[in-house]
Structure formats: structure tokens, C-alpha cells
């Protein structure tokens, strides 16, 4: 079983349209997580970190349940500019060698 | 967040031939980390490199394959040894800023091996 996982979409939502991702990891030790955005041809960029209080910055809400263990993303009025890979990222130790990376959802904002 | 510059940013190997991909970071940082990317899949760690001692493999992955140096506490390589086309891949580096728990990434080298 794969340590994170995330349907891979592609997700295809036109303009200010609100879209989730959804996002489950297996080990139930897991001690931080984030939101990653990768564009196509660059490197993983950090989104947003994800607490168990939920967390919002700007259009993006990022929610966490250590119960079901899944990771949430919401994006609210959607742009163009929000097209890219979202990866879903959970760190299982409490030093930085033990990130795993979910495979990514696609979105696409179309005019 | 940390400022990382890889080089080199792309390359077209032959088989047999081995790479080394260089990363700097603009400041000092104690853990670096080189993943690799395959075409249309998430990222996976090769290992971890730590100055001063020697680098910490992942499963699936060997030193005679992957060789890495950290000489000191901004810089690290990655060779790539005894290429073969299954290694094309984007192969990245990272760090994690002591305390913030979040991986930074270098732009990434393109390697494609024919």
C-alpha cells in the first residue's frame, strides 16, 4: 500500500469554480503535512502547511483528519493561473528524511 | 525559503557514461536530499546527505549507483554511475531548513539517457 495517495485526476473546472482534492495516508504516525504545487517542467513548490485546526491563505483551505487520515485541499474561485500538479506531502518522522509524495492531481482551469 | 541552484539544468548522456549533478544552497543547511522524478510520477527519494558523514540510502537505491558528496554545509553532488535509458529522469534536490519541516527544492536536472 502506497504511504500517500491522491486521485490523479486530471480535474478540468472553468473560472471561479471552487474544486477539492482529497488525499489519504496509511501510517497513522505521520507528523506534519503539506500541499505542494508543481507547474509542468518545474520543481515542487510549498503551498501551504496543513494543521489539524484547518488552515485557509487567500482562496486556498487546507483541512487534516488524523481520524480517517486524510488531507484535504479546497480552492475557491478558481483562476487560470491556479493550473498546475497539486501533491499531497506527509512527513512521517520529525526530521525531514521521511517525506513521502503523493502522485499529484492535475488541474486545469479553463476560461 | 532557501535560494537552490542545481546544475546541470538538462543533459543527453550515452549509456555507460556516468553524470554528476551539482546543488548549491545559498545558505548553510544540515540535511540535503536528492529525489528523482520519472516521467508522469510522484517524487522518490535516493537519499539523504548529510555533511560529514556518509549518505543515507533509501531502499531500491545504492552508493555504486548513486554516489553523493557533501563536502560542506551549502553544496552536494549526485553522480549518476553506469547510465542506462531507465535513469532518464528529473533527479531534484531539496533541503530542509532546520526547524521549518518543509522541503525547499533546486530547479531540477533533466537527464534523458539514450
Known amino acids: 500500500r502506497k504511504e500517500v495517495e491522491q486521485d490523479p485526476g486530471p480535474f478540468n473546472v472553468p473560472e471561479g469554480a471552487t474544486v477539492a482534492f482529497n488525499c489519504t495516508y496509511s501510517n497513522s504516525a505521520s507528523q506534519s503535512f503539506f500541499w505542494y504545487r508543481q507547474d509542468c517542467r518545474k520543481e515542487p513548490k510549498l503551498l501551504m502547511s496543513v494543521y489539524s485546526s484547518g488552515n485557509e491563505d487567500g482562496r486556498f483551505t487546507a483541512q487534516l483528519n488524523r481520524a480517517s487520515q486524510y488531507i484535504s485541499l479546497l480552492i475557491r474561485d478558481s483562476k487560470l493561473s491556479d493550473s498546475a500538479t497539486y501533491l499531497c506531502v506527509v512527513n512521517i518522522g520529525n526530521t525531514g528524511n521521511q517525506f513521502y509524495f503523493g502522485t499529484g492531481t492535475s488541474l486545469t482551469v479553463i476560461p | 525559503s532557501a535560494v537552490i541552484s542545481q546544475k546541470p539544468s538538462r543533459d543527453i548522456c550515452q549509456r555507460g557514461t556516468s553524470l554528476t549533478i551539482q546543488c548549491q544552497v545559498d545558505?548553510?543547511?544540515?540535511?540535503m536530499f536528492w529525489y528523482r522524478q520519472q516521467p508522469g510520477q510522484s517524487l522518490t527519494l535516493i537519499a539523504t546527505?548529510?555533511?560529514?558523514?556518509?549518505?543515507?540510502?533509501e531502499s531500491g537505491f545504492v552508493i555504486d549507483k548513486f554516489p553523493i558528496s557533501r563536502p560542506n554545509l551549502t553544496f552536494s553532488t549526485l553522480t549518476v554511475s553506469n547510465m542506462s535509458p531507465e535513469d532518464s529522469s528529473i533527479y531534484l534536490c531539496s533541503v530542509d531548513r532546520t526547524g521549518k519541516e518543509t522541503q525547499y527544492f533546486g530547479p531540477g536536472t533533466r537527464l534523458l539517457v539514450l
Open positions: 545558505s548553510q543547511v544540515t540535511m
Open positions: 546527505a548529510n555533511q560529514g558523514s556518509e549518505a543515507t540510502y
